[in-house]
């Protein structure tokens, strides 16, 4: 490979913090496009020991595979392990000593925005060193996220390189963060198109449609809903879910995206169902009690205790950008509310551009 001067700088500095570097966690931030994965590649090639690769979602993981960072998994999946006699239907996880986090020379986690502090120190309690990976051009992490993010970078990565800016998803975002408009028509196999042209093919054929706010995020999942013909507001199985609250002894992760595999019915006011992960194989289904109200758009009227009997998930058919940071999928449908957004509007677009690692379509 032929690095820039500032992929030299990087690759020399991680070098040196790996070699006798005092602080457990380097932190190697750029922009999309700017080579941070394909340098973390060549930095793990490098070492003399095992290394780690991990994400907060399954998704980002499985995005982290597809681009050569072999057996890139959760970091829940990393660290913790199921314990108990149920583990099989109902796991309870805690925290794996024996993890191979334990003996690794070096774990590099991609999209760190997202871990939060509970998931960071557990992370660090293996006193293994850690690279991540990160992307301050992005919205600021969702509630408790943000662990690695709130130091400043020890390398900061600005120049997109030539072959990443002939990427029209990298091209757009680049035009995004400089504040230029994004004009109607086709960017390879991406587009910006108006509402009276997206038809429900699109939305159907896409991995992930995502939106700005909350009210249009329920309207189109239940539109979503329709059109694959589920037509009980309640889940069923096949039906898309995504966590809304973190649960690490269940291993449910706020924004993790799963699919009902059995639903049970209403017991005693919840509803049971379980669940399997999106792109994390390895883990079994999960058995969750939600209050009906989750599905409703009412659970701001349940009580505290309400809500600590009830596992929160809700669709997953729509996301909002700001529950997708920390996610990427092959082909993505996004309809262009960041107007709701102000002094975070190019943020907002930036983060909700660099989800889609295939193909978007723009709604504007």
Not at 233 to 259: H, Q
Not at 309 to 324: C, I, M, P
Request: hydrophobic share 35%; net charge neutral.
């Amino acid at each position: 490979m032929k690095w820039s001067p500032q992929q030299d700088k990087a690759l020399k500095e991680v070098g040196a913090w790996l070699k006798d570097g005092s602080n457990q966690v380097f932190r190697l931030f750029g922009y999309a496009g700017t080579g941070k994965t394909t340098l973390a590649r060549h930095i793990a090639e490098q070492v003399d020991g095992d290394v780690l690769f991990g994400a907060f979602t399954g998704k980002a993981a499985h995005v982290m595979r597809q681009r050569g960072c072999h057996g890139a998994c959760t970091i829940h999946s990393m660290i913790y392990r199921p314990r108990g006699e149920r583990s099989l239907e109902e796991p309870n996880f805690t925290l794996n000593r024996d993890s191979d986090a334990a003996t690794a020379e070096l774990i590099i986690i991609d999209e760190c925005s997202m871990v939060d502090m509970e998931l960071g120190m557990d992370l660090l309690s293996f006193n293994t060193k850690v690279l991540v990976l990160g992307d301050p051009a992005q919205l600021p992490p969702v509630k408790g996220g943000g662990f690695f993010t709130e130091a400043e970078p020890d390398i900061m990565l600005t120049e997109v390189h030539r072959q990443a800016a002939d990427n029209p998803i990298i091209a757009m975002s680049m035009d995004i963060r400089e504040g230029k408009r994004i004009d109607y028509g086709r960017y390879g196999e991406s587009r910006v198109i108006s509402r009276r042209e997206i038809d429900s093919s699109d939305i159907l054929a896409a991995d992930q449609v995502l939106v700005g706010i909350n009210r249009t995020r329920r309207n189109f999942n239940t539109r979503i809903r329709e059109l694959r013909g589920f037509d009980d507001p309640m889940p069923a199985s096949g039906d898309k879910l995504v966590c809304l609250r973190n649960n690490k002894s269940k291993g449910l992760l706020n924004g993790s995206i799963w699919t009902v595999s059995a639903f049970y019915g209403e017991r005693k006011g919840l509803l049971k169902m379980d669940v399997v992960p999106e792109d994390e194989s390895s883990q079994k289904r999960v058995a969750v009690k939600v209050d009906p109200a989750f599905f409703q758009g009412q659970e701001n009227s349940l009580s505290y205790a309400q809500r600590r009997k009830s596992d929160e998930f809700d669709y997953g058919y729509t996301l909002t950008v700001h529950k997708a940071q920390g996610s990427q999928w092959d082909n993505v449908v996004l309809f262009d509310e960041s107007r709701a957004f102000r002094e975070h509007q190019i943020r907002w677009l930036y983060t909700a551009v660099t989800r889609a690692s295939e193909q978007i379509t723009i709604v504007a």
